[in-house]
């Protein structure tokens, strides 16, 4: 049976995606395996912090990562290698 992921460690792998390159909804929601519906949600809560920007070009719509967000990143990075050194699943 398969684990269901916590609501945050996707909040931190859409932010992981974002940063990667400029993405668009079908891309992010492909690359972290998620129904739009949750997308959506997560979405709505990362724009509300300013952890990412909503931008069109045309008739696409892309997601870009802040610094808030890269910042945040960062943090939920060295906080899941120190869980990982002691042996604790982040």
Not at 37 to 42: D, L, P, R
């Amino acid at each position: 049976m398969r684990k269901n992921r916590y609501e945050n460690k996707i909040l931190f792998e859409l932010l992981a995606i974002i940063e990667r390159e400029e993405s668009t909804t079908t891309t992010i929601i492909r690359r972290a395996n998620i129904p739009y519906s949750k997308f959506k949600e997560i979405e709505e809560s990362l724009l509300k912090r300013e952890l990412i920007v909503k931008e069109t070009n045309g008739d696409r719509t892309f997601y870009k990562i802040t610094d808030k967000g890269r910042e945040l990143l960062r943090g939920w990075r060295r906080f899941k290698e120190l869980m990982e050194m002691y042996g604790f699943e982040p």
